[in-house]
């Protein structure tokens, strides 16, 4: 066998106590248990473990006894244990860390009499059954999606990807978490490139832990700062990943989060929609430019109509109409932010409420404070109408980081167009549109296919094509085998 990591089992039980303490922690397990006449120290965690697999195993192994009768050693005796052990998942530790990760990932850990030490992997974390995202829902198609469970999520992709190429590498971060993260990439179809960042960036991070999870590491990997727009795709659903996959994306699964990071990615794969193809194309090809209208109207509507309520010489004599008949005493601009910070603080307030009361409290802010607001003159009933609108616009955008930053960009939109007017509205609507242009994730253009400008590749996107014609991968994700037929 090999060097055993300790010299004896009182050895192995002191290393126990110094790392989880003496009866400090009432689910760190130690157990003292015999198989046949041999001692073994039996070291878990009480609730990570799967009590009854273990018990079926070690049930399983007494009736074995004649394997180990005629060992004339403890050498021979561990590698009985090892080579007859019932059970597929059996590895012999390393070193002190990887038994310390193993028994906080929920593994089980045994040290035999002369101190050779192995581990069993019985693990059954604590969660919930696949099951469909409620931000990604979709009239026709599957109902099952991530969970918690990483090996539950690596699972689900397998089963929509067969095939050989799909690789998922573990890879261990922070120095007191210990958090699983597992990158999952087609070979030969993903960038080498890209590869090499993710994995660099993992090996560098140093943090105590990543509690929240996903998020945390985005803003490890991309050192985001105080950037507002998402620079990953985050996806709930295994048939969304599985698609990216192929595409020659990279997928970043981190344990504990029930959805996967999706890489390099550009804004426009943030306006997508897996709804787009349960359809037929031109079904999904109108759906889409919906989408997309829905998305630029949310963001210069109420900007725009605000300009032109206060510069009526703007406005042709066939839309003489637009703007407040009464301007009431509050000024336009305050109603408008009030109004648009309200329906923000309405979408909390409907996160934190009780399901069966959630219902009750969205009537009551559109239907009596709406109403009431007007009739004091509070607000103008055509403020309270655009910004509804805008709301809903916004509503319909798949990512919901993309839609908050939309009106974040919205509300800087309606400032600039208070303060300096028809300029200020075309200035920041330019720096917005520089500022985007100057995003380069993974050194991928933000803006592509229209900054830089791919006519063939903007075609694809604002049109859903037959998926029998030949499509081939994503320019961005620099694939080096970009003939999805091969």
Known sequence: ????????????????????????????????????????????????????????????????????????????????????????????????????????????????????????????????????????????????????????????????????????????TSVKGKTDIAIAFMKGAANEEHLNFVRERLDNLETDGLTMTDKSLEEFLFKQGFHPMPFVRYTERADICAAHLLEGHIAIIVDTSPSVILVPVTLVHHMQHAEEYRQAPLIGTFIRMVRFTGTFLSLVMLPFWYLLSTEKQFVPEAIKYIGPNEWGEVPLFVQLILADVGIEVLRMAAIHTPTPLSTAMGLVAAIVIGQVAIDVGLFSSEVVLYVAVSAILTFAIPSFELSITTKVFRIFLLVSTALFGAPGFFVAFAVMYFYLCSLKPMNVPYLWPFTPFFPKALLRVLIRFPMTIDDPRPFITKSPNRDRMS
């Open 1 to 172: 066998m090999t060097d055993n990591l300790f010299t004896s089992i009182r050895e192995g039980e002191r290393w126990f106590i110094n790392q989880f303490g003496k009866d400090e922690s009432f689910d760190a397990t130690r157990r003292r248990i015999h198989l046949w006449d041999k001692e073994i120290l039996l070291l878990y965690i009480n609730g990570l473990v799967d009590g009854e697999v273990l018990t079926t195993l070690l049930t399983e192994m007494q009736y074995r006894n004649e394997l180990f009768k005629s060992a004339s050693s403890d050498e021979e005796t561990d590698r009985a244990m090892v080579d007859y052990f019932p059970y597929h998942a059996l590895e012999v530790a390393k070193d002190e860390d990887s038994i310390a990760k193993s028994i906080l990932s929920g593994q089980a850990v045994f040290v035999m009499k002369d101190g050779f030490t192995f581990i069993l992997d019985v693990r059954s974390y604590p969660g919930r059954q696949p099951e469909e995202p409620d931000t990604e829902k979709v009239i026709r198609g599957s109902r099952d999606g991530f969970t918690e469970n990483i090996l539950t999520n690596t699972a689900l992709i397998r089963r929509r990807l067969r095939a050989t190429e799909l690789r998922f590498e573990m890879h261990e």
